[in-house]
C-alpha cells in the first residue's frame, strides 16, 4: 500500500490536542510528534456532505455539486438523496484508477452508489440498501470474517443513552473490516471513515465538561477518541512503514449555542412573505 488515508468524521483537533496532553491518546501523539498536523479549514457549509467531497476532489461545493445529504434545489427539499453520480468532477480515486493504481474506499460519506473501480468500495447509502459495494460479493465477504459489513445508515443514534456502547463496538468492527481488507485485498490507495465521533459528540458533547452529570456521559467522548486512537494504533500495526499516512476530518465540533432560523428572522423584519396554496 502506498497511501493509507483515515477520515474521522466530525473530529475535534482542539479535543485531540487536549486528550493527548492528558495522557489519553498514545497513537495519536506518537503520530503528531513524528509527523505533521495543523487545523483545517472545512467548507461552507461545515458540514459532511460537501466536506467530504471537496476533500476528495481538491475544489469547493459550487464546482463539485455536493452542499447536503439531499438536493437542495428540489421544492421543499423534498427530492432525491445525493451521490457519487452527482458529484461533477472526478474523485482522487477516479484519477488514480486512470492512472493505473488500485483503490479500496470504505464508508466514505456520498459515495453511494458503488462504482465499477479498480480495487473495491462499501458505499455510504442514505437508504435502506444492499447494493453497496463493489464487488457485490464484498459484504458477504466481511461478514464472514466478522467486519462491520451493514451499511452506515443502521448504525446512528437512535435515542438510547446507551450507544456510546454500541458506538465503541462499531468502531471495533470497523478496524476488523480494514484490517481483513489491508490483509486480503491490497490496493495502493486505501480509504476509510469512522463516522462515530461524530455521532457521539453530537448527543454527548453537552455532558463532557458538566460535574453534576452522570460520569459515564462525561467520559462518553472521551471514550469514543481513545477508542478511534486505538483503531489507528492496530491499522498501523499492520501497514507497512513506508505508507504515507493521512488522517484529516470533514469538520470539526464544539457546544451549539444558538439557533438561527435565516426565514423567520426574514419574516419577522418584513423582508420574506409567505405565497399561500389553495
Known amino acids: 500500500m502506498k497511501v493509507l488515508c483515515i477520515g474521522l468524521d466530525g473530529c475535534s483537533f482542539e479535543l485531540i490536542s487536549r486528550f493527548a496532553r492528558e495522557g489519553l491518546l498514545p497513537n495519536f501523539s506518537k503520530i503528531m510528534n513524528e509527523g505533521f498536523c495543523d487545523s483545517l479549514t472545512s467548507t461552507i457549509p461545515p458540514h459532511t456532505a460537501p466536506g467530504w467531497i471537496s476533500s476528495l476532489t481538491g475544489v469547493n461545493p459550487g464546482k463539485h455539486g455536493i452542499y447536503q445529504f439531499w438536493d437542495t434545489q428540489s421544492p421543499l427539499y423534498a427530492g432525491k438523496f445525493m451521490g457519487s453520480n452527482d458529484v461533477g468532477v472526478p474523485l482522487v480515486w477516479d484519477i488514480l484508477n486512470s492512472n493505473g493504481y488500485t483503490t479500496g474506499m470504505i464508508n466514505i460519506p456520498m459515495t453511494h452508489p458503488p462504482k465499477k473501480v479498480k480495487g473495491y468500495m462499501l458505499t455510504w447509502p442514505l437508504s435502506n440498501t444492499l447494493r453497496y459495494c463493489y464487488p457485490s460479493e464484498l459484504i458477504k465477504e466481511i461478514s464472514a470474517h466478522q467486519g462491520q459489513y451493514v451499511p452506515d445508515l443502521l448504525t446512528m443514534f437512535k435515542g438510547d443513552i446507551e450507544y456510546v456502547k454500541e458506538a465503541i463496538e462499531i468502531t471495533k468492527k470497523r ?16 480509504m476509510s ?32 477518541y481513545t ?14 512503514e513506508d505508507t504515507t499516512l493521512l488522517i484529516y476530518s470533514d469538520h470539526g465540533f464544539e457546544l451549539g449555542v444558538l439557533d438561527f432560523y435565516v426565514q423567520t428572522y426574514l419574516k419577522q423584519v418584513g423582508l420574506l412573505q409567505l405565497k399561500l396554496h389553495s
Open 227 to 240: 477508542e478511534t486512537d486505538k483503531a489507528i494504533g492496530e491499522i498501523l500495526s499492520i501497514v507497512d
Open 193 to 224: 471513515v469512522f463516522t462515530e465521533i461524530d455521532r457521539v459528540s453530537h448527543y454527548y458533547w453537552k455532558y463532557m465538561d458538566n460535574d453534576k452529570t452522570d460520569e459515564d456521559l462525561q467520559n462518553a467522548i472521551r471514550s469514543i
Open 175 to 190: 478496524v476488523k473490516t480494514i484490517k481483513y481488507l489491508v490483509e486480503n485485498r491490497d490496493v495502493d490507495f486505501l
